[in-house]
């Protein structure tokens, strides 16, 4: 008998109605002869609506406070679809975070997961229930109530997979799975059938929505095999799994793009070692991730430095530059943000040269200036000015042929 | 140090408004020299929506989830409260009844209190913390969360005001106080400075809606000084707690009435042993509660039989008697809904004769027929037609003197 975990997120869950339409999919699941655990978020707008009662009372509110209160959002949706799947006849038994013992460090808002007691659980799926577990949610050694962070509940659900050894953690969503690129940019962009750990994960950090980082990188280390489906529609989905012979074929698998960040630029620095430290660490400092870097040296030992944030960032990450110009001898701080980025991703890119050269010259072709580029082993990101967002995609996802069946 | 458990019910905690209302009493409280412990409702009308939501689901939901789902009201309460308390400076922890182990046995929607793990709290109180709990709930053996019914939040503080060995337990609600009898039915109604544990035992049995029962058998079992005040005024509100020697000049402390109720009797049956169980047996096992009990005797040996039953119960119970009405060899069965029950309540009545056959004149002054008549030692309570029922209080609450402020 396979152990299967399903996922749903807020708006799988809004109403009654959607409730019993999960409850009808999650039988369907248990009747096919699978072990079924399911992990639930609040249904869609419970979450804010909880925010903003609290917004009403403090502007910075406790983070502790917070978590007992927003956590009250997946405990409703449990409840509810337990009752949902009784109504189909079927046995099933809801938990929080803390009955199952989801162990967190003490991080509110953002905690970590240690481990979790499987034994509930298992013994429950024994006795031929179906286990539904709220997710985005857990409890620190103390016994505090902890919460992941907005995305959490995919986390939880491959927590929950690799702790009962799952077959497959299914994560349902509003889109049927991962495409190429974004189909809303280019209509023709495809659904991919596979796609490796690595890959999604570099299109997640890139820019691609359909699934948190965190849930794609718990996922790999554990090799929990993880599928992107429709909640309302049917369909195969994308599986998400370690790298496979057959997958070598596709050089490129996707293309991620994202407008969430801004670049900075500090001009007429003296170009001298241990320049690179004396911007960057004053803005790891204050917790702002840095993601692209360029530094160029110009005539007469003058060099300029960029670098890209998110652009939530920007206006501190300019504070402090302004705070230590003077004292790195800078000119002046420049920042633009109307920029985007898009990066090409494919495990093949690894046995294959000369992709990137094929990037530059189709972009080239249609005269985009390319700001910055940065690559990794699977990946190479380009930032460009925002207007030419949507015609650097299609022209990417048309010079590599994306949108071909055969690739898959 | 004094130790004060102070509750706030749904009407306190409505909005963000009325919530930080209730944190500036709290900091009031704390701020004059008190160890304070909050326990809190769900806001008015939260309980009510999450039922709703289930009963678009299920029409029968599983008690277990059911409880899982009405825990979440207390627990945005409590989270909120602490807000409020931070804003204005306090230190303040929140926790749910999973959280301070309110162990209760398992029966869901109607649980009881077994015990409560005191450590936590106190070791909060002595870091000078405020402790909110959330009220109503608990968790049994297993970690099912339970709920103790509704209103159980008066009982939720008073167990723990047992438990920490608190001088007070106050219960702030929508009234200023106990009185004499309903305000609205007797304008000169007199709010009572001191009532005892068995004389609101007995004005909450009889109808008066301002405690539950339950909270004050379990402040008098433990001998918790129970304070009701409004949430809304100043004012010292009303004292529940043991016999005084100064309580003993009231003879009659106030009047307890209810609509709640409807009689039932069953005709012409054998006047032989054992006919009171062959009734009462059935009803007991449909989990009936009977409240008062008449049987005569007529002509011939052949008796009437006549009980009262809370009105909701009515029809469940009126089918159970047809079924046995046979067996019984009884006439037929009758039932009157429109009756009302009238109850003096008075420990000084214990060395007063004389009480009854005052009342009986006072009624008969006024040509009220009485149905039905039962009697405890600090108690007499009659049945009439409901049609008379302000006449009736009005008229007793005249008899006995209650508006005469020298009773106090």
């Given amino acids: 008998m396979s152990i299967i975990v399903q996922k749903y997120g807020g708006t799988s869950v809004v109403d009654a109605e959607r409730i019993q339409a999960v409850a009808t999919r999650v039988g369907a699941s248990k009747n096919a002869g699978n072990q079924v655990v399911v992990v639930v978020s609040a249904m869609s707008g419970e979450t804010n609506r909880l925010l903003d009662l609290a917004k009403t009372i403090s502007k910075r509110p406790s983070r502790r406070e917070i978590d007992v209160l927003l956590a009250t959002g997946e405990q409703v949706t449990i409840a509810l679809l337990c009752m949902a799947l009784h109504q189909l006849g079927l046995k099933a038994i809801s938990y929080t975070g803390s009955q199952v013992k989801i162990l967190t460090d003490n991080a509110h808002s953002k905690a970590r997961i240690l481990s979790i007691d499987e034994s509930k659980i298992i013994r429950d799926l024994d006795k031929d229930h179906i286990v539904v577990i709220a997710g985005f949610q857990g409890v620190d050694e103390h016994g505090n109530i902890t919460t992941l962070g907005r995305g959490g509940s995919d986390t939880s659900a491959v927590a929950l997979a690799a702790a009962l050894n799952a077959d497959e953690c299914q994560i349902y969503t509003d889109v049927d799975g991962v495409y ?90 003296p170009d001298e070692p241990g320049i690179a430290y004396k911007i960057l660490g004053p803005i790891a400092d204050a917790d702002i991730e840095v993601d692209m870097i360029v530094q160029n040296a110009s005539q007469e030992s003058y060099a ?30 420049v920042h633009n943000s109307n920029i985007a980025k898009v990066s090409l991703v494919g495990v093949g890119m690894r046995s294959h040269a000369g992709i990137a050269s094929k990037m530059f010259a189709a972009l080239a072709a249609e005269n985009i200036n390319i700001l910055m580029i940065s690559t990794s082993e699977i990946k190479i990101s380009v930032i460009v000015d925002e207007k030419y967002l949507e015609l650097v995609v299609r022209t990417l996802h048309h010079t590599f042929d994306l949108a071909d069946e055969s690739q898959n």
């Fill in 180 to 269: 190429t690129t974004d189909p809303r940019v280019v209509p023709e962009a495809r659904r991919m059938a596979h796609i490796t750990f690595e890959e999604m994960l570099e299109m997640a950090s890139s820019g691609s929505k359909v699934l948190q980082i965190r849930a794609v990188e718990f996922a790999g280390k554990y090799n929990v095999p993880l599928r992107v489906l429709s909640s309302f529609e049917q369909g195969d989905g994308t599986l998400i799994s370690l790298e496979e012979n057959n997958m070598e074929d596709a050089v490129i698998s996707g293309i991620a793009f994202t407008k969430d960040e801004a670049q900075l630029t500090i001009r007429g620095i």
């Fill in 304 to 333: 300029n430095f960029t670098f890209t944030i998110s652009r939530n960032d920007l206006d501190s990450a300019k504070e402090i530059l302004q705070k230590i110009k003077d004292e790195l001898g800078a000119e002046e701080v």
